[in-house]
């Protein structure tokens, strides 16, 4: 009889944690530290969270600040556990949460030194960055890109999650994602421009008229492109002028998705 009341309890329980999704916003005190940063590189390694990158309003910073939010519990299992460490310059943030059944949410919020080129991994959590003129790579796994506002160089890449970014000037772009779909509007015409997507569609949206960066553009200063699609079980639709001579060149490939270049303005 005890053991039978044992189970109902932790079943309860299990059934009661289960219910109750961990949601990181709920924290309304979240903690803050921050990092010296040397160099002009920053890796970012996290597991289990959502990460968002943004550039520090004040020119002369050189720490790395991150505030994490954390919402977790477990049952018959360990107390979750969140730890962030600095070496060198790799940042590395981490979430340990397991149990019978464990529920966590964590978010970090990492303000990066201007000037400062950032590659980033996260696994099993979406990435968010606004701002950056430097070099840009991310890498996610179970988890979605989005970007607004950058202009460096950009290598993005996700397997399990869509890419978006919007207000892009950059000159050279990457952007494969497995799984998931790549939207990517364009602000100045880029000098090349490489969108891959498998079980995805694929949009780019490219300006034609009044681009900034538009050299070797046809009449009017309308910017033209050398575009090169491949699809494969979709259709493709390519509205943007075309030119095989363009210093602008844009390949787009997907597989069981639609591929669109279209006008942006």
Not at 72 to 84: I, Y
Not at 155 to 184: F, I, N
Not at 195 to 222: F, H, M, N, Y
Request: net charge positive.
């Amino acid at each position: 009889m005890r053991v039978l009341v044992a189970v109902g309890t932790t079943s309860a329980v299990v059934g009661l944690v289960a219910a109750c999704g961990a949601d990181a916003s709920d924290d309304s005190d979240p903690e803050r530290r921050s990092f010296a940063l040397s160099g002009r590189t920053l890796t970012v390694d996290s597991d289990d969270s959502a990460v968002e990158l943004v550039v520090a309003g004040d020119k002369g910073a050189r720490d790395v600040r991150v505030t994490r939010w954390f919402d977790g519990r477990t049952v018959l299992g360990k107390s979750p556990k969140v730890t962030w460490d600095m070496d060198g310059d790799r940042l590395t943030l981490r979430v340990k949460c397991s149990g019978v059944i464990s529920n966590c949410s964590a978010k970090h919020r990492v303000v990066v030194p201007r000037g400062t080129a950032v590659d980033v991994v996260n696994r099993d959590g979406s990435v968010t960055a606004t701002g950056f003129r430097e070099p840009l790579k991310v890498r996610t796994a179970d988890g979605s890109v989005r970007l607004r506002d950058v202009s460096g160089p950009l290598d993005l890449r996700s397997v399990d999650g869509s890419v978006r970014a919007v207000g892009v000037t950059s000159k050279r772009v990457s952007a494969t994602s497995k799984d998931g779909s790549v939207r990517l509007d364009l602000a100045a015409a880029p000098d090349r421009l490489q969108a891959r997507s498998q079980d995805g569609s694929v949009d780019i949206a490219l300006p034609v008229t009044g681009s900034k960066g538009s050299k070797g553009s046809g009449e009017g200063g309308a910017a033209s492109y050398r575009v090169d699609t491949e699809t494969v079980d979709g259709g493709t639709d390519v509205t943007v002028p075309r030119d095989d001579r363009s210093p602008h060149h844009v390949s787009v490939r997907s597989a069981d998705g639609n591929v669109t270049v279209r006008s942006a303005n």
